[in-house]
T-cell receptor, first 110, second 113 residues
Framework: GQQLNQSPQSMFIQEGEDVSMNCTSS?????WLWYKQDPGEGPVLLIA?????ELTSNGRLTAQFGITRKDSFLNISASIPSDVGIYFC??????????FGAGTILRVKS | GAVVSQHPSRVICKSGTSVKIECRSL??????MFWYRQFPKQSLMLMAT?????????EQGVEKDKFLINHASLTLSTLTVTSAHPEDSSFYIC?????????FGPGTRLTVT
């Protein structure tokens, strides 16, 4: 079955630093999505990617859909305390069913 | 994106009883909704795909007789955990499908004592 490898598992960074996380897949995906989940809440969609090579920004967030369609990365620039949370990548091979990565826990030192 | 609500947000029940969780799409007519389960410090695991007016499609390993899903309208899907046991304690999250994007509800924390 499809598997997503998300790294790093966790990060502890200084406020103001840039952050980068990525996901790789054994399968080709047609869609990559990035979500953020705060404790006790549902995931919130941050960025959606639909085309290989696509680079999309949402404020301080930038994500790219890899050329091979098997990977994606998410960058957060100038991190702030409210960036704390768990970030999930999710991919869809066909249809609208998603496979999720294991998540990256982001902790920010203020 | 779509706005999704869930009710209740938290529920505690005794072992052997059944619990119903509602998922509502507040501003979007959703022909497809999804139900996920999330254990502490783990990712989301898809349980089933809920299709309006037809039977749900369950993922491998998910007991359809234990987790009953009803999607009777374009704005409401329900998940009933029947004869709940402590191992069913988890965070249950629904989502609505809008194209290839999914928008999630706030989740329901189920604790079975």
């Amino acid at each position: 079955g499809q598997q997503l490898n998300q790294s790093p598992q966790s990060m502890f960074i200084q406020e103001g630093e840039d952050v980068s996380m990525n996901c790789t897949s054994s399968s080709i995906f047609n869609t990559w999505l990035w979500y953020k989940q705060d404790p006790g809440e549902g995931p919130v969609l941050l960025i959606a990617l639909y085309k290989a090579g696509e680079l999309t920004s949402n404020g301080r967030l930038t994500a790219q859909f890899g050329i091979t369609r098997k990977d994606s990365f998410l960058n957060i620039s100038a991190s702030i305390p409210s960036d704390v949370g768990i970030y999930f990548c999710a991919g869809s091979e066909y249809g609208n069913k998603l496979v999720f990565g294991a998540g990256t826990i982001l902790r920010v030192k203020s | 994106g779509a706005v999704v609500s869930q009710h209740p947000s938290r529920v505690i029940c005794k072992s052997g009883t059944s619990v119903k969780i509602e998922c509502r799409s507040l501003d979007f007519q959703a022909t497809t909704m999804f139900w996920y389960r999330q254990f502490p410090k783990q990712s989301l695991m898809l349980m089933a795909t809920s299709n309006e007016g037809s039977k749900a499609t369950y993922e491998q390993g998910v007991e359809k007789d234990k987790f009953l899903i009803n999607h009777a309208s374009l704005t409401l899907s329900t998940l009933t955990v029947t004869s709940a046991h402590p191992e069913d304690s988890s965070f249950y999250i629904c989502s609505v499908s809008s194209g290839f994007e999914q928008y999630f509800g706030p989740g329901t924390r189920l604790t079975v004592t």
